[in-house]
Structures are given as structure tokens and as C-alpha cells.
């Protein structure tokens, strides 16, 4: 048999990196992979934040806010902080990191690594470089352990670097929250470092899981930024996570109720749960992707 | 923790599987819904082995502490299994190297000037110094060879010993040294359920008279599987021959069991599954397959030959031989055994170059048979794999090719015997006894290193439950001419293979292949 056909009998069933589909018979018996660290300190060297800022500048956000109206609210809550800081956000779409680096202040988002799902943008080698690259993103493992953002997140925030995470740990599947993993609020008590809220609106309704590209018609996209939260003397972990997604949810009703309604809501513990209606899937759906009014007519003075 | 084995239903995702035939292999793609055996992964060998030794020989299983069975003015046999296992040969040190050295430092210490070691070959050739270096290791061969370093001669009338006979009226004779013996301890390794136990000595070391009451038609017929010792006959034998060495002289067995590491690091792709390979594994077994089919018919067996199996060892037992032989096959089950749900039409063999009877030797038509009808086809418990009046195909290209100096009496048994029959018990019945007699087939046998003349005869034996339960033998790329002397069929591919087995087996016939090696023990439901 001649090299070349022995080359495409081996090649046949697998793409073109080689890979085979584990049969579906085999499916229960495929190795548990242990994931390879990808190196991503090359992307926080001066080169790659110079193109990073161009990309980011030049290129995403002219897309993103060309293709939706993101509004940003509570800037001025982060006058004089320099970082290290965690900053965390609700997370429904792939929109989520663009829209909150350009919406932090260029002084931060310069200096903001962001924790990516290893099994999903670190599993290729070109995926995990563009992804380093764009966003200067680190592997984060979401099933058991958390291991390589014990070993990085901390060093990072030890160099000076801030840290985007998403403590839901993946993409919401309706629009909705879900409970908060402890990473964040752990990685803060632990290395004394303060936590900047965030919570997104419209992004899920913009482009959900599954969409590559925003929905026409350029939807309004809300973006608050939150006072930054330092663990309190004493406070637990599951305490200061409990503290931390109290303020995410504050921060989504004041889309609906504004600054002091939703800080008398959660004085008064009737902010609504930012989980959803319990309802069939079809309606959560419907709800979260209602669009947002367009609130710029009215303008409130306490905004921004 | 290794994955077990598991059935695998080919489907559209499945690459082509790895096949080997021969002194080569080659990628199958076979039809939707075969059904593929894999044997579990292979498991983590012991770290400290020495450790384990010594503990086994310190805490045995049955018998006190081996250096309580030591003593000065004793009598000392080391008996040994032979090349035919492990296959491929175990890189160094040999397991058995290292067992043998650890005995033989508590009987220095014990002060035990007698020791004989004798290679347990029965009626297999004679191993070269160099092959029995390489299983004890150059301490023991510089203190021990030739003088109390031997083969076992099963035709030394003047060194064997009838001890008895069973309640079967089976002869039990064995070396005489060996019988003589205050303690035989027994070095053993195993890859497959059939070996070790009641086998070891009642085999290893007996002569003609003692073997031919198990290695015939009728036992092998009646030992449904031989790997399965509960349900064979054979076994049986061996076990009713053991009680009557048990009357005479103390065995003290050592066994070992290894893993499935079968191939070394640069054939690594041949021990992996086929979707798991790598773009290195794909690039491997592509410079691998080119390097071999154009490598020179003498070399490639050379290299073949001279691989060497980073096995790992996954278990010591030390003591009574029956004890010591439930903890190895329990073992050789947690390596091997792979649960597979009904028999099929037709099953897929695929004949590597090494079976136990050609180590540094020609795989040779009747060794082919041998392995595929007799070794493959028997590595079940329950039932077959195939369904009576199934059909096998296997992949071998079967020349006509025999070792001049190991295989004599193969040469004339395929050209005097099978032109004649290829019924195994009219072959025994008619030629057996002729060619077990020969003088000139003992002399090879006791003066070269020739396997004794009646070999060829059981190598077809051991077919004889495959041959009686099988419908139809197809030998994919196999010599025409060699195998209808067989009683077998030729394909050039997989699909015409089945395309001949549909008139045997229909039209939408099941199909299960055999993907070893590794070895893999079938336990079909």
C-alpha cells in the first residue's frame, strides 16, 4: 500500500487535527484528560498588551457597541480605585467580557486577566492563544478543584494584575443567575483584595448561548458597575459570597427600581430574586429576553 | 485506576482498528455494528518489586516462611517457566531473574549447598544459554551454568522418576532430580488463565508418558475453555497429577501475574485505542507500517523478535501451589477479563508473529492454527465467542515457512500428515505415536534445540475444540496453497471474507473482533 494511502486510511474519522470522536459505545469508558496547563504569561508581556489594546479598543468595541446599545451606570464608583481589585459579574452571553472590560475604566481593564472555562476556550491550542491574546484570559477549571486558578488567580492579583471572574462558573442557559461558587469571594479573603461588583442586562437577550453574532436591531445592553466590597473583619467565605451575590442582584433590579429604589428593596429584603420566575423553561426564556426599555429619554440625574 | 474492558460497537465515528497479522499489522475498517473486544487497560505494575517478592516469600499462602523451609544438607530444585511466556519476552531483568535471586539469597543464608535450577520446557526446545541468561539474569548464570544450571530433558530416561498414578490411571512422571527434591520451589509468570497452578510441575517437568494423559483430543475437546480451569479437563488432569506430587515431594510455587503493557514506547500506538490516538500515534504507526513492509523479510523478524515487553508486575503470591493459584487468577481476571453479552456468527482474529512456541523463532502454519484456533479461540469463559457453526476469519499471511532447527518434525507433520487429514483424532490416532517415538526427533530434541517430535501433534489438538465448533476457518491474506492444506479458506480482504462465511453464516451475520494483543479473556453471557 503506497505512504499516501496509508496516510488517509489512518487519517479517515479523524479532523484535521487528528482527532477521532470517541465512538458512543466507548463514550462511557473516554480518558478523563488532565488538562494540560496552557502557558498565558506571554500574554501579559508589553507586545501583547499593545495589541490587546488595540484589539480591544479598536476593533471589539466599535463592534460591540456597533451591534448593541450598551449603556454603563456607577463608573464613578470605582474613582480611585487603581487595583488589584476581583471583579465579578453575572454571565449570559460571550458579549459579557468585552462589554465589561470597555466598561471598566482604561486604567483597570488594562490590568484585568479574565478567568476562562479551560475545557472550552483553553482546549485548542489556536483557541487558548487568541483567547489569552484578545482578553488576556487564564484557564480556570470549572469541574473539580479549581486548580489552576488556586495556582494563577492568586499570583496574579500577587503581581498586580485584576481579575475578571464569573463566579455562576459557566454562561446562564435562560438569561437568569444562578447560585455564586465561592472562588471569588475565597480568592478575596484570602489575599485581602477588593471585590467590584458587577451585573449585566440585556446581554443574554443580545446574543444568548448559541449565537455567534447580536441579534439585529442593536438592543440596549445595561452595564452597573457596584462599590467595590472588602471582606469584613471576621466575615466567612460562604458570608462574604452571600454579600457579593446580595450586591450583583441589587445592582440587576436597579435597571427595574433605579439606585434607591433598589437599595431601599434590599434594606427592606424585597429585592426580587434575580433567578427568575419559576416557570417553564419557554417562559423564563421570554422573560429575560424582554428587551430593555430605552431609558435614554429620561435620564435620570443620578446616572451617568 | 485502569478502565476495564468493554465491548465496543463500531459506529460512524470509529476509526479504522488496528489489526495484526503476522509480522505486520494494518488498519480494518470494519462494518457498522461489529462488535470489538478490548481488554481493560493494562494496570499499574507494583512499584517495589523486590519488596513484594520478599514479603510473598516471608508470608506464604499454605506453607511456612520459606527460609523455615531451608537447610543446610537439603536437597534444592528451582524450576523455572521457560521462553514460551511471557510474550513478547519480559525486557530485564525478567521477573523470575529477580525471584530466583531473592531465593536463592535465603538459601545462601540458610546454608544450602545442593541447588539444581532447571528450566520447566517439558516438550518444548531447548532454551540457548543466551535465552536462559536472559530469564535468571547474569548473577545466576555466572554461578550456576551449565552444571546446575539445565533444561529439563523429558527423554532422559536415566533423570526421570515415575511417581504413580492417578485415580485415572494417568502416569505421573517428572524429572527425577526435581522428584527427589527436599523442596521444589516453582518461578512462575503468567499471561493467561491456563498457565501456572497443578500446571506448572505436572507439565513442566514431566516426560512424554505424563503429558500424553492430558495433551490429546479428548481432554482438549472436553476443556471448554483450557483458560477456564473450573470447566477444563485438562485442568483437571493436571490437578489429579498434582495430588500425587504432593505425596512425594513439597512445592513451594512462587507465581506472578503482569500487566498489558505489551508493547514498548515506540510501538506504544499498538497497546492504545484507536480514537485515542494521537497525531504522534498516527505518525508512529505510519512510519511503523511503512519501515516494516519494506524492511527485509529477515530483518523484519529480527526486530520483531529483539522487542521486549515493558511489562509490569501486578502480583507476587508465594506457597502452596492450589492457594497461591486462586490469587493469580484473580489476577490474570483483573487484567483480562472483559464481559461480553452472546456469541456472534463469525469472529475476527487478527495473528500476531509471536505465539509461545516460536519466541526467536518462524511463526509456522501449524503454530498459526495453533494460536488462532487453539490460543485465541479459547481465551473465554462460559462459551465461545462465535456460535457453534459459526464461522472465524484471521488475519495471517500464513507462508509456508518452518524453522529448520526448532521445528523438524513441524516440516514433515505438514507435509506427511495434513496431506493426508486435517481430523485431529485420526491424526492422533494414526501418526501420533510414530513421530513421539522417533529417534531421530528425540535426538534433535535432547541435542539441538528442536521441539520434540510429537509437538506438532498437540499444537493441532489444541485446535481440536475450535475445529469441531467452527463451520467455516477464513484466512484473510493467507497462502492458498498452505491453507487449504489446513482445511482452511483464503480472502484477500475483510470483505470477501464475509462474502465466503455467508454461506455458512447468512447474509447479516454478527461480527465480533478480537482486538489482541493485548490479551484479553472473554467472559461471554
Known sequence: MSLIREIKLVSRRRDWRGRSRTPRSAEQWAPVREPREFPTSWARTRPAKVVREGVQRGVLRPLVWSQTKPTVY?????????????????????LDTPLILNALPARLSRRTAVGAAADYFFDARWRASLTALVFNAFPIERAGGAKRQKMLAPKLLESGWSVLLFPEG?????????????????????????????????????????????????????????????????????????????????????EDLGWWGAMRAAEQGTLQPTTGPQASSWRRVWESTRPLPDKSAKNPVWRR | MSRPGFVLEVDERTPPLLVHAGESFRLEQFPLGTRVVYPPDSLPGIRDVDGAIADALLNPLGRKPLPELLHAGMKLT??????????????????????????????????????????????????????????????????????????????????????????????????????????????????????????????????????????????????????????????????????????????????????????????????KREWEWSLKDQASYVAAKRANDLAPAKLRRKIWHNTRAPYGVTGVHAGDPALVHEKTLANIHRQQLTEVNGQSDIAVLGIPYICPYNVNSIMNPILVMCFGLGY??????????????????????????????????????????????????????????????????????????????????????????AMEHLGDVICVGADRKVATRMGFRTASSLADALEMASDTVGRSPSLTYLHTPPMRLADVR
Not at chain 2, 510414530?434 to 534445540?449: C, G, K, P, T, V
Open chain 1, 74 to 94: 456607577g463608573s464613578d464608583r470605582l474613582s480611585g480605585v487603581d487595583g488589584p481589585v476581583i471583579v465579578i459579574s453575572n454571565h449570559a452571553s460571550h
Open chain 1, 170 to 254: 459557566t454562561r446562564s442557559q435562560d438569561g437568569w443567575m444562578k447560585a455564586f461558587r465561592r472562588g471569588a469571594a475565597q480568592l478575596s479573603c484570602q489575599h485581602n483584595v477588593p471585590v467590584v461588583p458587577m451585573a449585566i442586562r440585556g446581554a443574554y437577550g443580545a446574543m444568548p448561548r448559541g449565537r455567534n453574532w447580536p441579534r439585529p436591531g442593536r438592543p440596549r445592553i445595561a452595564i452597573h458597575i457596584g462599590h467595590p466590597l472588602s471582606p469584613k473583619q471576621g466575615e466567612t467565605v460562604p458570608a462574604f459570597s452571600g454579600r457579593l451575590s446580595q450586591a450583583v442582584t441589587q445592582l440587576w433590579s436597579e
Open chain 2, 78 to 271: 528451582i524450576a523455572f517457566d521457560d521462553l514460551s511466556i511471557p510474550l513478547p519476552p519480559m525486557q530485564s531483568p525478567d521477573i523470575r531473574s529477580r525471584i530466583i535471586e531473592a531465593v536463592l539469597e535465603l538459601a545462601a543464608a540458610a546454608g544450602v549447598d545442593d541447588v539444581e535450577l532447571v528450566a520447566a520446557n517439558a516438550l518444548h526446545r531447548r532454551m540457548t544459554p543466551a535465552e536462559i541468561k536472559h530469564i535468571v539474569g547474569d548473577r545466576v548464570f555466572a554461578s550456576f551454568f551449565p552444571e546446575h544450571l539445565r533444561n529439563h530433558d523429558a527423554e532422559d530416561r536415566a533423570n526421570l522418576l515415575h511417581l504413580g498414578k492417578t485415580k485415572h490411571d494417568e502416569d505421573v512422571e517428572i524429572n527425577r532430580r526435581a522428584a527427589e527434591s527436599d523442596l521444589i520451589v516453582y518461578v512462575n509468570v503468567n499471561l493467561a488463565a491456563m498457565s501456572g497452578g497443578s500446571k506448572s510441575v505436572a507439565v513442566g517437568l514431566a516426560s512424554y508418558k505424563s503429558l500424553r494423559h492430558h495433551h490429546n483430543v479428548h481432554t482438549l475437546r472436553n476443556s471448554r475453555s483450557f483458560n477456564d480451569p473450573p470447566n477444563s479437563a485438562m485442568h483437571h488432569s493436571y490437578d489429579r497429577m498434582q495430588a500425587v506430587l504432593n505425596e512425594h515431594v513439597q512445592i513451594f510455587t512462587v507465581e506472578t501475574t503482569v500487566n498489558n503493557d505489551t508493547f514498548p514506547k515506540n510501538l506504544g500506538f499498538l497497546n
Open chain 2, 376 to 465: 485465541l479461540f479459547n481465551m473465554y469463559r462460559n462459551k465461545p465467542i462465535v456460535r457453534e457453526g459459526g464461522a472465524l476469519i484471521m488475519y495471517h499471511p500464513m507462508p509456508q515457512e518452518f524453522h529448520p532447527v526448532h521445528h523438524p518434525s513441524y516440516i514433515d507433520f505438514f507435509d506427511e500428515v495434513l496431506s493426508e487429514t486435517t481430523d485431529p483424532a485420526t491424526i492422533e490416532a494414526k501418526y501420533e505415536k510414530q513421530f513421539a517415538e522417533d529417534e531421530w526427533y528425540r535426538h534433535l530434541y535432547r541435542n539441538s534445540y528442536a521441539y520434540h517430535g510429537v509437538h506438532p501433534f498437540y499444537m493441532w489438538y489444541w485446535g481440536a475444540h
